[in-house]
């Protein structure tokens, strides 16, 4: 099984949904993240969380917001989605405590936002 | 502000041939870099990473040297092979910026047989 697995993979919706994507980890790390990426732009952090009481927005954070339900669970949600969100949207962890500077990717969901 | 840049693609070699990435960056405090590889249809993996000057990362037949006096971390395989092809992004994170990653914009390999 996968360490990291975001849920959906794949998500089609239309202006002004309400759209939840789910990330959840096996890897017992304390640090997630979200981050979209987008043709040419690279991967741009839209929130990270230390820890399950510890949220913090990235440089791109309008639009979004997060819930850090568990250790292991960190979902990213898009109040009113809009077409300038359609992108692919990945989860990350990392360990603060082992090789705190690296991430773990799970694999992505792709939204497209009609 | 922390950034990196990486040369733009895509990149297209024939098998075998020798491949370089540039990567420079900019950081305000002392970071570790690395080379995450992503494969059609998949997340990123990491390939390598080097958290001091000077340190070389290694792996899969890719190396990067820390490179302090030039800030860059440039990526190079001797020969490459069709499985290689993918895009490469070049990162930092900043432990004065609380281990948060600055991604370069990924740069597009393609190689042919």
């Known amino acids: 099984d996968a360490d990291v697995t975001q849920t959906p993979r794949n998500r089609i919706t239309k202006t002004g949904k309400r759209i939840m994507l789910e990330c959840s980890q096996t890897?017992?790390?304390?640090?997630m993240y979200w981050y979209r990426q987008d043709p040419g732009l690279g991967l741009r952090l839209i929130y990270y969380?230390?820890?399950?009481?510890?949220?913090n927005k990235g440089e791109i954070s309008d639009g979004y917001s997060v819930s850090r339900q568990a250790q292991a669970k960190f979902s990213l949600s898009l109040e009113s989605a809009i077409p300038n969100q359609t992108a692919l949207y990945f989860c990350?962890?990392?360990?603060?405590?082992?090789?705190?500077?690296?991430?773990?990717f799970g694999p992505g969901t792709r939204l497209t936002v009609l | 502000g922390n950034s990196v840049t990486q040369m733009e693609g895509p990149v297209t070699l024939s098998e075998e041939a020798f491949l370089t990435i540039n990567c420079t960056y900019t950081?305000?405090?002392?970071?570790?870099l690395f080379w995450y590889v992503q494969y059609p249809g998949e997340g990123l993996q990491l390939l390598l990473k080097?958290?001091?000057?000077?340190d070389k990362g290694s792996n899969k037949g890719f190396e990067a040297t820390y490179r302090k006096e030039t800030t860059s971390f440039h990526l190079e395989k001797g020969s490459v092979q069709v499985s290689d092809s993918a895009v490469y992004f070049c990162?930092?994170?900043?432990?004065?910026?609380?281990?948060?990653?600055?991604f370069g914009a990924g740069t597009q390999v393609v190689v042919t047989p």
């Open positions: 080097a958290t001091k000057a000077d």
């Open positions: 990350a962890t990392s360990d603060s405590l082992a090789d705190g500077d690296t991430q773990y």
């Open positions: 950081a305000t405090g002392y970071p570790s």
């Open positions: 969380s230390f820890d399950v009481k510890d949220i």
């Open positions: 890897k017992g790390h304390d640090r």
């Open positions: 990162a930092l994170s900043d432990r004065d910026s609380w281990g948060k990653f600055q």
